[in-house]
């Protein structure tokens, strides 16, 4: 793995209470992404990060918020989960010199929203 | 929208090759991917094949692509149970802002019988 780390990796919550996850690097990358991962769907992106305190929407981001603070630290909100927010969450970064393009992937965290 | 098309299953015997494949529907796609995951596992980077090439290989990984008809493939010479797992496929294109944006395949599970 490339120094990507992600918290909690399992997590049990109840339907409307907020949730944080975290994503951890310690490869000084500059991008990073948050993606969800559910069958038949593949991995698709919720948030991504080009630097500290820049953000943008991915394909699902509804009801999801994303902050970076530190280069190293990417954090994904869930306001008010929801059971259709049950899903494997994987993390991933990506950006410095050549090859910057290719992303590389947390373990990932598994949500379950009763 | 952008699409990126998979079988979902291939069974193989041990010591054949297993052969993956992959739609794509963006032409402008510069980067092709290939990820191994395995259960309860993250996404682990296999290989990549720039767009300009037609044939990638790295130990018993062949990948081919037919940028013409938009189609990419991932073939594991003498597949081991090991190899059994879900292979991802996921495009790139250049991105003009904040982030190296990916587009994945719904995964292809690779079991591997004895």
């Known amino acids: 793995d490339a120094g990507i780390t992600q918290s909690p990796r399992h997590k049990v919550t109840e339907t409307g209470t907020p949730v944080t996850l975290r994503c951890h690097q310690t490869e000084n990358h500059r991008y990073m992404y948050w993606y969800r991962q559910d069958p038949g769907h593949g991995l698709r992106l919720i948030h991504y990060?080009?630097?500290?305190?820049?953000?943008d929407k991915g394909e699902v981001s509804d009801g999801y918020s994303v902050s970076r603070s530190k280069t190293e630290d990417f954090l994904l909100t869930l306001e008010s989960a929801t059971s259709s927010q049950t899903s494997v969450y994987f993390c991933?970064?990506?950006?410095?010199?050549?090859?910057?393009?290719?992303?590389?992937f947390g373990p990932g965290t598994r949500l379950l929203v009763l | 929208g952008e699409d990126v098309e998979q079988s979902l299953f291939l069974s193989v015997r041990e010591g054949d090759s297993s052969v993956i494949n992959c739609t794509y529907t963006?032409?402008?796609?510069?980067?092709l991917y290939w990820y191994k995951q395995e259960p309860g596992a993250g996404l682990q980077l296999l290989t990549y094949?720039?767009?300009?090439?037609d044939m990638k290989q790295d130990q018993r990984l062949t990948v081919l692509l037919n940028k013409k008809d938009k189609h990419l493939s991932l073939r594991i010479a003498d597949t081991q149970t090991g190899d059994s797992a879900i292979y991802f496929c996921?495009?790139?294109?250049?991105?003009?802002?904040?982030?190296?944006?990916?587009?994945f395949g719904t995964g292809t599970q690779l079991k591997v019988e004895l």
């Open positions: 963006d032409s402008s796609s510069t980067y």
């Open positions: 996921a495009d790139y294109k250049g991105s003009t802002g904040g982030g190296n944006k990916l587009t």
């Open positions: 094949i720039f767009s300009n090439m």
């Open positions: 991933a970064i990506s950006g410095r010199g050549a090859g910057e393009e290719t992303q590389y």
């Open positions: 990060s080009y630097g500290v305190k820049d953000t």
